[in-house]
């Protein structure tokens, strides 16, 4: 049922918004409704449509139960209300993607919950850290750095890197710390078969690693970390190979808090 995916419990995933960001018509009859309920001459004046084409989105809306109508007037739901809002949020925040543009060039767009999405305004001002020619991996030392002095980790992991995962239980290891995993159950096994593997049941067995595995109709495309300290971001290029030559880092106090509480009330929609 479309409501299972769209109402305020279920509002989860970028996806429950793509039926809406695909057409320009649909946001506009949303963001007309959204103050004011109006009739059909009304909504035509404002979208500029023929009657017949907008009745046609109209009667898509109804069937949703998105919108409804009483005597002549057109009106949003309550979960078309809760739709409306979740758009007007999505494109104020958008602005923190344009900022970091030139990271987000030649990478594959990450697919995130929508709480994620929705707060995208964390990674405005966020530092590009790049490695050069003369130093490949400074990105991932950087990385490697900066979890050193953290203590409580929280990781969405799409691959399997050796560098980064004994970064990991390093910082694990020294600080008497605790991860938070998520990751598929594919990189799971391929970590308990690797060098890496004793390690990381040894911690596991301490009650230092929690996991959760993402959900199987949905493709890991972001390497994720938030710390007490930190919140950075590596991207996968196009080909599906994931980049650690770049890394986008945040270190502002209050969005590295907000970042730690959004992955704890999304843990099981990633």
Wanted: glycine share 2%; hydrophobic share 35%.
């Amino acid at each position: 049922m479309f409501l299972g995916m769209l109402n305020s419990d279920n509002i989860n995933s970028f996806e429950s918004l793509k039926y809406f960001l695909n057409s320009t018509f649909r946001i506009g009859i949303l963001m007309s409704l959204y103050d004011t309920n109006k009739t059909i001459k009304e909504l035509k004046t404002d979208l500029n449509k023929s009657e017949s084409n907008l009745l046609h989105y109209l009667k898509d809306l109804e069937e949703k139960e998105i919108i409804e109508k009483f005597n002549d007037y057109y009106s949003l739901t309550s979960y078309g209300y809760i739709i409306s809002k979740q758009l007007y949020k999505f494109f104020e925040n958008w602005n923190s993607i344009n900022n970091n543009i030139d990271f987000i060039d030649n990478h594959i767009e990450p697919n995130l919950p929508l709480d994620l999405t929705l707060n995208m305004d964390v990674w405005e001002e966020a530092e590009i850290i790049q490695s050069t020619h003369l130093d490949y991996n400074y990105a991932s030392h950087q990385y490697k750095e900066l979890l050193l002095e953290s203590k409580n980790i929280k990781v969405i992991l799409p691959i399997l890197s050796q560098f980064h995962i004994h970064a990991i239980l390093e910082s694990l290891q020294n600080n008497n710390g605790h991860l938070d995993l998520i990751t598929s159950k594919l990189i799971m096994k391929k970590i308990q078969k690797s060098d890496l593997g004793p390690l990381f049941k040894e911690l596991e067995d301490n009650n230092q690693i929690s996991i959760w595995y993402s959900n199987s109709h949905v493709k890991l495309n972001k390497f994720l970390t938030c710390t007490e300290n930190f919140i950075s971001l590596f991207l996968f290029y196009n080909d599906g190979n994931c980049d650690d030559s770049e890394m986008l880092l945040v270190q502002d106090q209050k969005k590295v808090d907000k970042m730690n509480q959004l992955i704890d009330e999304n843990k099981l929609n990633f």
